[in-house]
């Protein structure tokens, strides 16, 4: 059947190309197309002879593969269908596992699956003599795939779907492979000695009995060894085993050659099947050699997860695995395989026992031995209608589904029929399921009878007719992931685990086989750790204390557990002894089912997908899954000292503690006879249990004891103060810890109707404190505190506690407010500032002063007038950021002279929240507007404009200037404004007609401001749609206005940053205002920070250890320098599914899909450090790109999503042109959109010295994106979309963008770039290896307009990426400014944004080509016919000569621009024509210069309107600057004078064409 190869045939499907020699083909296009890739053999089939090919090429693109098959229709004469199914006329395809005759299905199941070859495999038809079609793959003949061919018929072969190319090779079976054991190639011929029928069962089908069967089954095998034919037997393909293996000494191992999802470590001996929560399949493991008779093959389970149904088979195969194509699953292999699967015999993929034994292997519980099996778990024997197929072979992953409990009253539910024959009692002791640590077994006797062990239990003989040379095959399926081969056979291992199982089934049982064979001791009843922990843990002090004694050199490993279960109500209680300040992340505690003894610890317990429940951080987590995202104290904040415990009560509801304070209920339904689990994880080093006697006292649901300390203050004593929150409270606050904690009950989504009150009225004097012990960063505002004579019996609360209008008394922010109503503002503290762990205290005296303490200090007389006599409670609103406060030990009696009436409010100085002095008002301002409280208060006093007002001094790096809307008149429209100013206030006061009306007119200076939603630079609209609309503001709204380091202007509503507004802001700037419309009155509410003096500075552990060598840093690098990259990043091996990491884990590829491409840094982002990444690959396939960002939890522990977007803890993401805090939006219109970024882009994070997260664009920084990121924190990219591969850049590899690309910006940079000793920039444009318009749909749009005007190409540079769009999206991706200066002397020109530029050729004969450099940049407004015209002139004026020749070339009198009469012609000494040029677009581009035209474009067929105009250099000197000649509304650019907006000039050769601009709308 060997023989040449053929050719392929010259007619193909319309996407084939065939190579020369008609060997190869390919299909073209495979990224967007998946069929049309038929290809025939040149020649019909000759009978016997096996055409094959061998797959070259497959793309991840498609789903289906290359089908294969013969046809009797003539190629010459064909007409191609787009696939091989749809072939007809007497054709025979295999698709798949699928055989088709003309498109119809005629087999399932046959051979192997065509989809899962790859490249490299061969595949062949073949026709023999009898009319039978066979399938050959890699060597091995499938069998009949059908019958009845014609003998005249043609090989076919679809490139279909992943296939894109094969090649036709010589067909050769395959023979023995090096090193192969006992391994016989087949012979070529010789199959009248198979048998032509095989049974596949052991039972008998003829009647006969089954010993007669099994003594000629027994027959036939041993005839078909001697004759060297294995695949008799169990219908083994050729190629398996020959004679018996030479006897080896070597131990059994796994075989190097495994599944493609199995990891094998420890010299072979484990297996571990990767991705287990991913994939349930391709798990399969041989013997590396063939098994003695009598030899005892034995695994241990060492992991199991609980997602998946089914789980480990175990058996033999003749198959020798070098010369094996693993299948998917063992079962699928349809000879030579006997395998136990649940608990019943499979042969060959067909049961051939059900009830093989009492053990189930495909229903594994994880649970702990000790505890009694539940019936649900039990898989029943006796089943009818069994939804299995006959054998029941594994189905595919589906969640466990468990059975009703079988036996209430005596039913049985379906799907049984009946009871079972031998009674419920044989259902009790139905198949036990093995857990994690058992042990399975084989062994082939010497009389060919096969036998499995479980824990060391013969189950009986499996079958009789096992072959003489088998492999042990175990194939992790399912919940199976990991095994190890057992060599040693220690039996009191799986008697330990026998007498757990019999203590299951019978207690009493169990318990007196244990007390007869002196096993075991009494259960002890001091709670200590047990002895088997983690891997870097280690346990002393008798058992009480456990620690990771090498706690600097890794995080995890430190899982600890229990001695004994815990009882109902008993608490477990462990104190931290040493943390270290290394790692992220802290203690983790909680409770399992696993019985420590036999559980296999895995690295951190959050890991564990089974009978877990575990507080970390601040949420909870069951099974590796966050059931509660808010749930109490944060235990990544305790520190050395503090105490955490877990109780599980009698009705199944786990509570932990902090400190001793309850933190609620945290899950339901936990079963009893949990372990206590302590997972020493990151900065927890050691930790200690609590007896009884050490247990800091619980609440008072738990016991009866004094209440516990605050978890702010684990060593501070119980107070005697009867204080409390009182039982009534709003709706969404929840009192815990005996009434001394209040908490805001879901956080993130409510910020309101949480008010607590306290329990009684305050005595005179008597101080109530509170610590904020929780805040969440979603909202704006925070806590309100003060009093309120209304008793809570008769409270109805409302949703704010400023809402209520009589008899109460709050301090919101920094407002004194009575009934509603604000009394006085800037108290001398700030509520809204406060953080977490603050205290807040509230006091009455005798004489109804009220007042406030801030962390013990007493702020002064917040109010006075409180009604004498009259009780009033302390009242809490716990609003906003705040979510959680306790009462602390300092409420009670304060100092008497506090009480007295003596006092007075001189006792009481008012303390700013910050050192500084307060922020004041210019006087200088607009003329409606007048100034109180020392210059702290500004009103308009009349209109509705004129009220621009300047801050008194400069405004400092990072310095918020910050006022609150003070006052509104409603019967105005618009309102307040805000920005910066480079206008010195001083001089507005001295300009000849002073300030305008509003500041959308302030234009003498540079001004950067921000009205409603839009960002104006001189009142020209920068951006649209930034942040909040300040017109939406109201009474008590804070605004603040920042300059970032970074040269941004930020802006502050209510405390929260909304991003950058503007870039490029001058150093020396002023705050300036405007009191618009609504907005009448505002008041400062910040301070100027001033330096303090070393004295005065509080002492810091880095000023106390730091030398004076420590203190020498490096020197800082200068403004515009870009940080360099840190040394030795690379991708993490953890990542999203469809990631393959290569060149070190530099590369990251997104394989598969559009998601599922999740790639996170290895190491931590060093702080002030750059690290870029550059896009390799797009795919135009998909839509949306990469998104990247920073995650502040360690990346080895995280369970990634298909998305980024899904990270919902401690992330931020940079994604299109916003950016998210877990989930949320926090900033739009950030940098350029990260889904236009073309291949090459190069794109950068960096954390600054203040915690602030900038973007870098090419190496440039795109301002601050988000602030307060932790440290350390870790870069996470997302390959989405059209992204499907990233690479680090290194030293190694340049960075674009590290160095200039514009080639006037080093080595040709001219004196008119320098102004004032100062360079300008220049404009900077794309490196030569980027191209930014590739992904530009604008772009795209103008090109196709371009394409209609017929322009030839000879006039555009041949580059195509020398076209620059100007786009919003593009030039914020190359970091372009809105002006540049350019010539001699330098002069403005404003870049074309909103236009496409194309590049002109200059003509090399003009002499102006060369010394156009140091010429103006200016622009021409023209019509559409005229392009042609001026590109064949070659320049703007008359006699000029064309871009291509230097021929002289007449004039255009209808050119637009020139000033002419209609018939006039240039002639020899007539007066030269005029040139109206411009330097911005926003002059020249006007409709009376550039005439709009309405286009239909050819690609979408939507109606469009474009214009043109010329990008132009011109000399200077020949030109005069005037006003506007063509009536313009309003200054058309503020970057320009009025006076000189248009050029004119009328010498000849004074201009040179540059670019072409287009416009489309």
Excluded at 1256 to 1261: A, L, P, Q, S
Excluded at 1380 to 1398: I, M, N, Q
């Amino acid at each position: 059947m060997s023989g040449p190869g053929g050719e392929l045939h010259p007619r193909t499907g319309k996407l084939v190309t065939l190579a020369p020699g008609g060997r190869t083909a390919a299909r073209s296009q495979p990224g967007q197309e998946f069929n049309h890739g038929l290809v025939l053999s040149r020649e019909p089939l000759r009978p016997g002879r096996v055409f094959a090919v061998r797959i070259d090429r497959k793309v991840n693109s498609w789903s289906g593969s290359i089908e294969i098959g013969v046809t009797a229709l003539d190629p010459d004469h064909l007409d191609f269908p787009s696939s091989a199914t749809g072939l007809k006329g007497g054709s025979w395809i295999v698709s798949g596992c699928s055989v088709l005759r003309d498109g119809r299905s005629i087999l399932e199941e046959y051979g192997q699956d065509l989809d899962q070859l790859g490249e490299g495999d061969r595949v062949g038809v073949q026709r023999t003599p009898a009319g039978e079609l066979h399938l050959w793959v890699n060597g091995q003949d499938c069998g009949v795939a059908a019958t009845g061919l014609p003998p005249r018929v043609w090989a076919v072969v679809d490139l279909y779907g992943k296939c894109t190319q094969v090649t036709v090779v010589p067909w050769e079976p395959d023979g023995p492979e090096e090193g192969a054991v006992g391994d016989q190639a087949l012979p070529p011929t010789r199959p009248q000695s198979r048998p032509d029928n095989f049974p596949t069962s052991l039972e008998s089908e003829n009647g006969s009995s089954g010993v007669e069967l099994s003594e000629a089954v027994s027959q036939a095998i041993l005839s078909a060894y001697n004759g060297s034919l294995l695949a008799v037997s169990l219908g083994s393909p050729p190629g398996g085993a020959g004679p018996p293996a030479p006897t080896s000494n070597d131990a059994l191992l796994f075989h190097e050659k495994c599944g493609s999802l199995i990891k094998l470590s420890n010299s072979h001996k484990t297996a571990e099947r990767r991705r287990p929560l991913d994939e349930f399949n391709n798990g399969v493991v041989m013997t590396n050699r063939p098994l003695r008779d009598n030899e005892m093959f034995e695994i241990r389970i060492d992991k199991l997860v609980d997602k998946w149904s089914g789980s480990i088979e175990i058996g033999v195969t003749t198959h020798n695995p070098n010369s094996l194509e693993y299948p998917a699953t063992m079962t699928n292999l349809r000879s030579g395989t006997i395998m136990m699967s649940g608990c019943g015999i499979l042969t060959n993929g067909k049961g051939t026992r059900r009830e093989y034994c009492e053990f189930s292997l495909d229903e594994l519980q994880v649970r702990g031995p000790s505890q009694p099996p539940k019936i649900v778990s039990l898989t029943p024997l006796c089943l009818v209608g069994n939804p299995r197929p006959p054998g029941f072979p594994p189905c595919g992953p589906s969640p466990v589904s468990r059975l009703p409990n079988l036996f209430q009253g005596g039913s049985f539910p379906a799907p049984f029929s009946s009871p079972c024959p031998r009674g419920p009692s044989h259902l009790l002791r139905s198949p036990l399921s093995p857990q994690e640590g058992d042990h399975i077994g084989l062994t082939r006797k010497s009389n060919n009878a096969l036998h499995f062990y479980i824990n060391g239990i013969d189950q009986g003989v499996a079958t009789t007719l096992t072959p003489l040379v088998v492999y042990g095959v175990v194939d992790l399926y399912g919940m199976a992931v990991k095994v190890t081969i057992v060599h040693n056979h220690n039996h009191s291992d799986r008697l330990r685990r026998n007498n757990a199982i019999m203590r299951a089934l019978s207690p009493d049982v169990g318990r007196r086989a244990l007390e007869a064979g002196g096993v075991g001791d009494p259960e002890p009843e001091r709670l200590l750790f047990h002895a088997n922990c983690g891997q870097k843990a280690a346990i002393i002090n008798e058992g009480r204390t456990a620690l990771r004694p090498h706690a600097t050199d890794d995080f995890n490993h430190g899982v600890v557990l229990s001695s004994r279960p815990l009882r109902n109500n008993e608490v477990f209680q462990v104190r931290i002894d040493k943390m270290v300040d290394k790692w992220a992340g802290s203690i983790e505690i909680g409770v399992t089912t696993h019985n420590p003894t036999y559980l296999q610890l895995p690295s951190t317990m959050t890991n564990l997908r089974s009978g877990t429940w575990m507080m970390t951080g601040n949420g909870v987590m069951h099974n590796g899954t966050t059931i509660l995202d808010e749930y109490g104290h944060n235990l990544d904040r305790l520190k050395a000292g503090d105490t955490v415990g877990v109780v599980r009560r009698e009705d199944g509801t786990l509570h932990f503690f902090v400190n001793g304070a309850a933190q609620g209920p945290a899950a339901w339904n936990v079963p009893p006879n949990v372990y206590a689990v302590v997972d020493l994880y990151g900065q927890a080093a050691q930790a200690t249990i609590l007896d009884e006697a050490d247990l800091l006292p619980l609440p008072e649901e738990l016991s009866e004891g004094n209440p516990a300390a605050s978890p702010s203050s684990p060593s501070s004593a119980a107070s005697a103060s009867d204080l409390r929150f009182h039982q009534r409270h709003g709706s969404n606050a929840l009192i815990t810890n005996g009434g001394r904690t209040a908490l805001r009950q879901n956080c993130r989504s409510e910020f309101n109707d949480a008010i607590v009150v306290s329990n009684r009225p305050l005595r005179d004097g008597e101080l109530f404190e509170i610590v904020i012990q929780k805040m969440v960063d979603r909202w704006s505002g925070s806590i309100e505190a003060g009093v309120t004579a209304i008793r809570p019996e008769d409270l109805e609360f409302p949703n704010t506690m400023t809402d209520i209008d009589y008899d109460t008394w709050m301090l919101s922010g920094t407002a004194i407010m009575q009934d509603g109503n604000t009394l006085r503002n800037n108290y001398g503290c700030d509520l809204d500032s406060l953080t977490t762990g603050s205290r807040i205290g509230m006091m009455h005296t005798a004489k109804g002063d009220l007042h406030y303490f801030i962390n013990g200090v007493d702020q002064g007389v917040a109010c006075s007038g409180l009604p004498p006599g009259k009780e009033v409670y302390a009242v809490v609103d716990l609003y906003g950021q705040c979510v959680q406060v306790s009462i602390t030990s300092a409420t009670g009696p304060m100092d008497n002279s506090l009480s007295t009436s003596n006092a007075t409010e001189k006792s009481f100085p008012l303390h700013s929240p910050v050192p500084g002095v307060a922020h004041r008002f210019h006087s200088s301002c607009g003329k409606n507007v007048g100034f109180q409280e020392d210059g702290c208060r500004a009103m308009r006093v009349a209109g509705y404009c004129h009220g621009i007002v300047f801050s008194m001094k400069e405004l400092k790096a990072d310095e918020v200037f910050e006022v609150k809307i003070e006052e509104l008149d409603e019967k105005w429209a618009g309102s307040f404004r805000v920005g910066l100013t480079t206008m010195l206030p001083s001089e507005a006061s001295h300009a000849a007609t002073g300030l305008p009306a509003s500041l959308l007119e302030l234009q003498a200076k540079v001004t950067w401001l921000v009205a409603g939603s839009e960002v104006r630079r001189n009142g020209l609209v920068q951006r649209q749609n930034y942040g909040c609309s300040l017109e939406r503001l109201g009474v008590g709204n804070r605004v603040g206005v920042k300059r970032c380091v970074d040269d941004s202007m930020h802006i502050l509503l209510n405390g929260e940053d909304m991003g950058p507004a503007a870039t490029g802001v001058a150093k020396n700037v002023y705050v300036v205002l405007d009191l618009y419309g609504r907005v009448t009155a505002v008041s400062i509410v910040s301070s100027t920070v001033l330096e303090e003096s070393d004295g005065t500075k509080p002492p810091s552990v880095a000023s106390e250890t730091c030398s004076e060598e420590e203190e020498e840093e490096e020197p800082t690098p200068c403004e515009h320098e870009v940080p360099g990259p840190p040394a030795a990043m690379e991708f993490l091996e953890n990542h999203g599914k469809n990631i393959l990491l290569s060149n070190g884990n530099l590369t990251a590829t997104r394989v598969a899909s559009y998601n599922q491409g999740i790639v996170v840094m290895a190491q931590p982002l060093p702080p002030g450090q750059l690290f870029q990444i550059q896009i390799d690959f797009l795919n135009p396939q998909w839509t949306s790109s990469l998104s990247l960002g920073v995650i502040g939890t360690s990346p080895e522990r995280v369970n990634f999503p298909a998305s980024a977007c899904s990270l919902k803890r401690s992330t931020w993401l940079l994604q299109r042109q916003s950016v998210f805090h877990n989930s949320l939006k926090i900033c739009e219109n950030y940098g350029p959109n990260l889904d236009t970024c073309p291949e090459g882009t190069i794109l950068g994070l960096l954390v600054d010295s203040s915690s602030c997260l900038h973007l870098y664009v090419n190496g440039m920084d795109q301002g601050v994106a988000a602030q307060d990121i932790p440290l350390p924190c870790y870069m996470v990219v997302d390959l989405y979309g059209q992204c499907e591969q990233v690479t680090i850049v290194t030293n190694d590899t340049p960075a674009l963008g590290g160095e200039s690309a514009d080639p006037r910006s080093q080595g040709d940079m001219e004196k008119a770039d320098m102004v004032d000793g100062v360079k300008e920039s220049v404009c900077w444009t794309p490196p030569l290896d980027v191209n930014t318009t590739k992904t530009c749909e604008y772009h795209a749009l103008c090109s196709r307009f371009k394409d209609l005007l017929l322009l030839p190409d000879e006039y555009f540079m041949e580059d195509p990426k020398l076209s620059l769009c100007y786009c919003e999206s593009c030039h914020k991706l190359r970091g372009d400014e809105a002006y540049y200066k350019r010539g001699e002397p330098p002069r403005d020109y404003a870049l074309p944004f909103g236009w496409c530029c194309f590049k002109l050729r200059v003509n090399p004969h003009l002499e102006v080509g060369s010394t156009c450099k140091k010429w103006h940049m200016a622009y021409h407004g023209t019509s559409i016919g005229a392009v042609r015209r001026m590109l064949d002139q070659g320049e703007l004026g008359a006699g000029s000569v064309s871009i291509l020749s230097c021929r002289p070339a007449k004039a255009d009198p209808q050119g637009g621009g020139y000033h002419e009469a209609e018939n006039s012609s240039p002639s020899r000494g007539a007066a030269p024509q005029c040139v109206v040029l411009s330097p911005t677009l926003r002059y020249a581009g006007m409709e009376a210069f550039a005439t709009k035209v309405q286009f239909r474009d050819p690609k979408s067929q939507r109606p469009h309107g474009a214009q043109v105009a010329f990008q132009v250099c011109v000399r200077p000197g020949s030109y005069k600057p005037g006003p506007a000649s063509a009536g313009a509304p309003e200054p058309p650019d503020p970057r320009f004078s009025p006076a000189e907006i248009e050029w004119v000039t009328k010498e000849k050769g004074a201009t040179v064409l540059y670019g072409l601009l287009v416009r489309v709308e």
